[in-house]
């Protein structure tokens, strides 16, 4: 078996994710969409659907955003009750698709954005943020989490706090020039590994048509592997049953056989040009054969042979993930508050956030600490 040799696809089978001018006009509801409510308010640039998701909002965050945390499949999961979506036109009467997409909630002085991991201009935000502290005279700050911004706001008191973090592979156009670009160390490696397993063979079926119990059973390698480090797994019961139905939605699952027994594999989901690595574990009987990397190697082959853009690693680990080209890319927290007043009665939320980032920060030194202390040994 080569180092980009997988199977096609298939069903699974023993063998084998500021405005800065006015809103003025209205705008019709079928320039938004064709589900129009009570509660529903359009302005020449924007609408507003509150307590409710339009039907085109789905598709419209996956085409904007990619991000599986802006997508509905991932947001359903935590409940959506009493969530409002903003629709930003941008300066378009009928545009294909909208400049943002925000679904929110208000809580008390403060509007949290739900939806994560999407990248987002300064300017956009700044508009929305005005936009709903003139609707909403009680109102002090408005919340995103987990997201990239470019640029600054304008005129709003803004604060950004480094809150998670995404290590992501830009995909080459082809698994040759993607090989070509690995170190060769790595090539190595990778080589030497399948020529230890020969009976090995891979294959990517969609997450519904994937047996549950084949699901759990990748769940329990990576269970197995946690104990082994005597670590809990984040995988509880509830975790892995809204896993399991974030699979049947959006799902992609990379099995893993060797000599006919299923050994390792990687749960994933794939939002527009976006794959999302969520799980990949395998039987620790497999471990001199290094059949984690080679699990997410062949994933990330898959993924570049059906036209991805990018593959996500997701947090965590970084020095284990680099070798495949991985890059870390830091998510913050962003506010924007009404005025400087308003961001001083914040004081003790924006105090809570400086602490969140500090813990990020620190584990991330940890994290590489340990790396190079092990290269060091």
């Known amino acids: 078996m080569s180092i980009t040799q997988a199977a096609q696809p298939g069903k699974e089978t023993p063998a084998g ?7 003025g006009g209205s705008a019709s509801g079928s320039d938004i969409g064709s589900d129009g409510g009570s ?13 409710r998701i339009p039907g085109n909002a789905e598709g419209w965050l996956e085409e904007l955003y990619g991000s599986l945390y802006s997508s509905l499949p991932q947001l359903q999961l935590a409940g959506l009750a009493g969530v409002s979506t903003y629709v930003d036109l941008g300066r378009l009467r009928q545009p294909a698709c909208p400049a943002a997409v925000f679904l929110y909630r208000r809580q008390r002085h403060a509007l949290h954005v739900i939806n994560e991991g999407m990248r987002l201009d300064a300017a956009v935000a700044e508009r929305f943020a005005r936009r709903m502290f003139d609707r909403h005279r009680e109102l002090r700050s408005v ?3 987990a997201i990239t911004i470019t640029g600054k706001p304008a005129g709003l008191p803004a604060f950004c ?7 992501v592979l830009a995909l ?23 020529a ?3 009976g090995l063979v ?10 549950p119990g084949t699901v759990d059973r990748i769940i329990s390698f990576n269970h197995a592997r946690m104990a082994a480090k005597s670590r809990r797994s984040a995988l509880d019961g509830a975790a892995a049953a809204g896993l399991q139905r974030l699979l049947r939605e959006r799902g992609l699952v990379g099995l893993t056989w060797i000599d006919g027994q299923l050994g390792g594999g990687t749960l994933a989901c794939r939002i527009a040009n976006d794959v999302y690595s969520l799980v990949n574990a395998h039987d620790p009987v497999h471990d001199r054969l290094g059949l984690g990397n080679l699990c997410r190697h062949l994933m990330i082959v898959e ?40 961001r001083l009665a914040d004081a003790p939320t924006l105090a809570r956030l400086g602490l969140m980032q500090a813990e990020l920060r620190a584990r991330r030194w940890l994290d590489d600490a340990r790396h190079r202390h092990a290269l060091t040994r």
């Open 202 to 211: 891979h294959r990517v079926v969609a997450g519904a048509d994937v047996a």
């Open 196 to 198: 230890r397993a020969p």
């Open 161 to 167: 706090f480094d809150c998670s973090e995404d290590i």
């Open 17 to 23: 994710g500021s405005d800065g001018g006015s809103d």
């Open 39 to 51: 509660d529903d308010v359009y302005g020449g640039h924007f609408a507003l659907h509150e307590d």
């Open 303 to 342: 993924a570049i042979r059906t036209g991805a853009h990018r593959f996500h690693l997701l947090g965590g680990n970084y020095a284990s993930k680099k070798s495949c080209l991985a890059r870390r890319i830091t998510l913050q927290h962003v506010v924007l508050h009404r005025d400087r007043r308003r």
């Open 172 to 194: 080459p156009a082809t698994e040759a020039a993607y090989l070509d670009a690995l170190g060769k160390a790595t090539r190595k490696s990778l080589r030497q590994r399948l």
């Open 143 to 145: 919340h995103w989490h």
